[in-house]
C-alpha cells in the first residue's frame, strides 16, 4: 500500500479555480494508478478522474463526464504526487476530494471506488453560488 494526503482544498465561488494535490509515500509511486474520487453529503462516492502508469503509450487519463473540460489530472513522479486542476467550479462541484491509488489498470474497473486499496483522509472543496 501506499500513504496518501490531499491538500488544497477550500472556499471557491462559482467559476473559480482550485488545484488540489495529493503526495503519495510508500511502495513505488509511479507504478499506482491514481484516481480522485468525490463525495457530497447524502451522495456516494463518485468517480472524478484517473491517470494511469506511464507506459509505452503514453499515460492514460479518464474523466467523469461532469468534469470533463474543466478539470486535468496530473502526475509528478519525482514528486510522488498526483494533482487535480480544477477549472470553471460550480456549486454541483463541492464534496470531499480523496486521492486513491490502485494497481488495477483495467479502463473500466478503475473507474470504481471498490478498485482502490489506498485512500487518502479527503480535502473539502465548497464552491458557492
Known amino acids: 500500500q501506499v500513504q496518501l494526503v490531499e491538500s488544497g482544498g477550500g472556499l471557491v465561488q462559482a467559476g473559480g479555480s482550485l488545484r488540489l494535490s495529493c503526495a503519495a509515500s510508500?511502495?513505488?509511486?509511479?507504478?499506482?494508478?491514481m484516481g480522485w474520487f468525490r463525495q457530497a453529503p447524502g451522495k456516494e462516492r463518485e468517480f472524478v478522474a484517473s491517470?494511469?502508469?506511464?507506459?509505452?503509450?503514453?499515460?492514460?487519463?479518464d474523466y467523469a463526464d461532469s468534469v470533463k473540460g474543466r478539470f486535468t489530472i496530473s502526475r509528478d513522479n519525482a514528486k510522488n504526487t498526483v494533482y487535480l486542476q480544477m477549472n470553471s467550479l460550480k456549486p454541483e462541484d463541492t464534496a470531499v476530494y480523496y486521492c486513491?491509488?490502485?494497481?488495477?489498470?483495467?479502463?473500466?474497473?478503475?473507474?470504481?471506488?471498490?478498485?482502490?486499496?489506498?485512500w487518502g483522509q479527503g480535502t473539502q472543496v465548497t464552491v458557492s453560488s
Open positions: 486513491a491509488a490502485t494497481s488495477q489498470s483495467s479502463y473500466q474497473l478503475i473507474r470504481q471506488p471498490s478498485s482502490y486499496d489506498s
Open positions: 510508500g511502495r513505488s509511486f509511479n507504478s499506482f494508478t
Open positions: 491517470i494511469g502508469t506511464i507506459s509505452w503509450s503514453g499515460i492514460h487519463r
